[in-house]
């Protein structure tokens, strides 16, 4: 089940309006959402184990991997993750099977997210 980080406790970044971070620790994923003013989605990412899936409104969905060789493990500005040059269809079929085994009704956001992916994956 997903539970929401205290929000005291994520650092803001100058141009950021809201950011919002969900961690489920049964199935060891992260889910961080950035919101505009409205509190509508702007973008999000979905980390599972070593897959991620990044979605930016005007820019659609995009998958990647951990790099564990990048430094970003000892460096603190040092990009953590690569992109996939093609996207890659097990990482969204990972992620949509995840989040349709979690309860996600009681937050409006988590409702937001599962239908977005599960729009992606049945157009593709």
Avoid at 10 to 18: F, L, Q
Avoid at 27 to 56: M, P, T, V
Avoid at 90 to 106: I, R
């Amino acid at each position: 089940m997903f539970f929401e980080i205290d929000p005291d406790l994520i650092k803001k970044t100058e141009n950021e309006t809201s950011r919002r971070w969900f961690r489920d620790s049964e199935a060891a994923c992260d889910l961080i959402i950035w919101e505009n003013e409205e509190g509508h989605i702007r973008r999000f990412q979905f980390w599972h184990d070593d897959a991620l899936i990044e979605w930016k409104d005007g820019d659609g969905l995009k998958t990647g991997i951990v790099d564990q060789t990048s430094g970003a493990f000892t460096h603190y500005q040092t990009q953590l993750y690569r992109m996939h040059q093609h996207f890659d269809d097990d990482v969204l079929a990972l992620v949509t099977g995840l989040l349709h085994q979690k309860n996600v009704e009681e937050d409006d956001t988590l409702i937001r997210i599962k239908q977005i992916l599960f729009e992606i994956a049945m157009s593709r």
